[in-house]
């Protein structure tokens, strides 16, 4: 697919968190994740009618995505890759286009460039990602229950491996950090303690979206209201709960000289300055 521009200036939740621009890859996402905000987001998202008919079944990857960024890269650029879909998706794989705009921005850094992805694929890039000056990977933990992520995201890593991964990029030097978000049913303690002792960072999340909570904008697919209907999960719907939820997790952090912060404010330490 071709496109006219590949950085977006960026606006809403992820301009509070302080990027300046964020990088989409592609479109549409073959993980598929039944919560997945960005189908609910149609054409506002930049997306077709059989992306949100059809999300998760096929990709579209924007083919000019390196020609694009060789022109649009600028040194004051705070980019965010990406907030409609992850680039590290199975798609990726057969695609390898991550190692072309990675090649690009170590040739020509921005200020900061953070990757949030939660596919183990990326540690195929270790060494195109410690030549990135400026580089944050952001790697997503939804839950540490094995049996809650095969409901919700069941074409995504095990817990196991995503902290395995966040381990092998953090031995390579990579400055890594685990966004918990969004919270699906877990056990926050031991969520918090595995995220910790992984990445030795603060922690980063956010609950569900609901609509008690975000009136307006992308929200929580119904694909995933069902599963938490199904088998009895409405308290991670509940905004008390999930502010409870978010406090258990805090306090563990706290406990390790840490802290666990949520919404842009979250978002903001990943675009921080060193």
Request: with cysteine; glycine share 6%.
């Amino acid at each position: 697919m071709a496109t006219r521009t590949i950085l977006s200036p960026t606006s809403g939740f992820i301009r509070e968190a302080g990027f300046t621009h964020s990088l989409t890859p592609a479109r549409n996402c073959t993980f598929g994740c039944s919560y997945c905000y960005v189908p609910t987001m149609r054409l506002q998202g930049g997306l077709q009618p059989a992306d949100w008919q059809r999300w998760g079944q096929f990709t579209t990857f924007k083919s000019d995505a390196p020609a694009l960024l060789a022109k649009q890269l600028r040194p004051g650029q705070i980019i965010y890759c990406s907030p409609l879909v992850d680039p590290y998706q199975p798609a990726e794989a057969a695609e390898r286009l991550m190692p072309q705009l990675l090649a690009l921005l170590a040739s020509r850094p921005p200020r900061r460039f953070v990757l949030q992805t939660r596919g183990t694929l990326i540690r195929r890039d270790i060494e195109l990602l410690q030549r990135v000056p400026g580089l944050r990977v952001s790697f997503s933990l939804t839950t540490n229950r094995e049996d809650v992520r095969r409901l919700f995201e069941p074409h995504c890593a095990t817990f196991e491996q995503r902290l395995e991964t966040i381990q092998a990029l953090r031995e390579a030097g990579i400055d890594v950090w685990a966004t918990l978000a969004p919270l699906l049913p877990c056990d926050p303690e031991l969520l918090a303690e595995a995220a910790l002792a992984a990445t030795g960072r603060d922690l980063v999340g956010d609950p569900l979206h609901v609509r008690a909570v975000k009136p307006r904008g992308a929200t929580t697919r119904d694909a995933a209201l069902r599963i938490i209907d199904h088998h009895g999960f409405q308290a991670y719907l509940d905004p008390a709960d999930q502010a409870a939820l978010v406090e258990r997790i805090a306090r563990t952090a706290a406990a390790h000289g840490r802290q666990f912060l949520t919404g842009p404010a979250g978002f903001a330490l990943l675009s921080a300055a060193d």
